[in-house]
């Protein structure tokens, strides 16, 4: 059974750093498409980064280009949001995902339906 455990969420200033890390078992992800989306309170669940697990490729939204880093470690079955610059519109709980992601390629990475989620991690950032 797949799981995905996120940690690393809390409370920080706007220009502060957090460092969300998500626990993948139950599986090889080898080849998996793996992830991370976000919801902020009344607003759509939107897709923030993901990394192919093999390969390293990667894909950010817009909103978190240049701020963002998504890596993984691969001895660890770990994957990482590095989240540098936090504006108050960080705000949200932050979900690790994963998909086979069969003939996929980065740019269709936001439009996955991801297979499995973590329970998500709250980032609250303050002005």
């Known amino acids: 059974q797949v799981q995905l455990v996120e940690s690393g969420g809390g409370l920080v200033q706007a220009g502060g750093s957090l460092r969300l890390s998500c626990s993948a078992s139950?599986?090889?992800?080898?080849?998996?498409?793996m992830g991370w989306f976000r919801q902020a309170p009344g607003k759509e669940r939107e897709f923030v980064a993901a990394?192919?697990?093999?390969?390293?490729?990667?894909s950010y939204a817009d909103s978190v280009k240049g701020r963002f880093t998504i890596s993984r470690d691969n001895a660890k079955n770990m994957v990482f949001l590095q989240s540098n610059s936090l504006k108050p519109e960080d705000t949200a709980v932050y979900y690790c995902?994963?998909?086979?992601?069969?003939?996929?390629?980065?740019?269709?990475?936001?439009?996955?339906?991801?297979?499995?989620w973590g329970q998500g991690t709250q980032v609250t950032v303050s002005s």
């Open positions: 139950g599986r090889t992800f080898s080849s998996y498409v």
């Open positions: 990394i192919r697990w093999s390969g390293g490729s990667t």
């Open positions: 995902v994963a998909d086979r992601g069969y003939g996929s390629t980065a740019t269709g990475w936001g439009n996955l339906k991801y297979d499995y």
